[in-house]
């Protein structure tokens, strides 16, 4: 099939393409195209206008302010997989275990965070690492914790006048450790379950998220403080119970690969 008919902009600077969005309702932002493609060719998608944003300068950088991160909402995976800046951080780490290289030269963290797929890795990353989402619309710029930008599948706090500028991502301390495993019937594909979790004792922070569900990533904020503050390994029984409490929908098949991912994303942390 061949997607329906649009019209298609491409804005000179990201106040034009708020500008471009807010007098076209149902218009839809155009970075990576990795998701929006093949929806608009299945005609599951059917704007009236494509804003192009892919070539916005003020989205593709990536600036280090000395406390953290700021990147750009159309930076690509592959870019944060090889910034210098970033080799060997979490971000780099996750970006690098994206679906498959020719996907990760064109998607883009926005777009995954705005797209919001239970199973994308930037929802469930993010939110560990105790991200912020920063949003520009007509109104001006407003942030959203990364733990709370998605609501449900498919659905995020992004209004449709709004733009995904750019991530904040506060840099782990020295102490910070970090795990992230996530389990793919086919590498390159979604994940079936997946699992990210930080241990900062210098920032006071213990985060671990569950992902992969049949909506927004969960915490397990029981289980990260006893992580904490045991600093060793929990059972598979204490991660089962964590898991059933956070997400009791799951099936057998889908709760033992859960706890799986769980507790490999765990023992990264003392490995």
Partial sequence: MK???????????????VSALRGAPGAKLLAGGQSLGPMLNLRLARPRLLVDIARLEALRRIDDDGAGWRIGGAVTHAQIEDAPALRGSPLAVVAAGIAYRAV???????????????????????????????????????????????????TTALA????????????????????????????????????AVLLDPERRLARLFVGALAGAPQPLAGLAHALAETGAAPTQETIAAALAAAAPQLDTVDRRMHIGVLTRAVRQLFA
């Fill in 104 to 154: 990760r030269n064109r998607g883009t963290i926005g777009g995954s965070l705005a797209h919001a797929d239970p199973a994308a890795d930037w929802p469930l990353a993010l939110a560990a690492l105790d991200a912020t989402v920063l949003l520009r619309g007509p109104g001006g710029e407003r942030r959203v914790p990364a733990d709370g930008f998605m609501q449900a599948a498919f």
């Fill in 160 to 195: 449709e006048d709004e733009i995904v500028a750019a991530v904040l991502v506060p840099k782990p301390s020295s102490a910070a450790r970090f795990g992230y495993f996530k389990f793919c019937r086919k590498t390159g594909e979604f994940p079936e379950a997946s699992a």
């Fill in 3 to 17: 997607a329906a008919a649009f019209d298609y902009v491409r804005p000179r600077d990201l106040a034009e393409a």
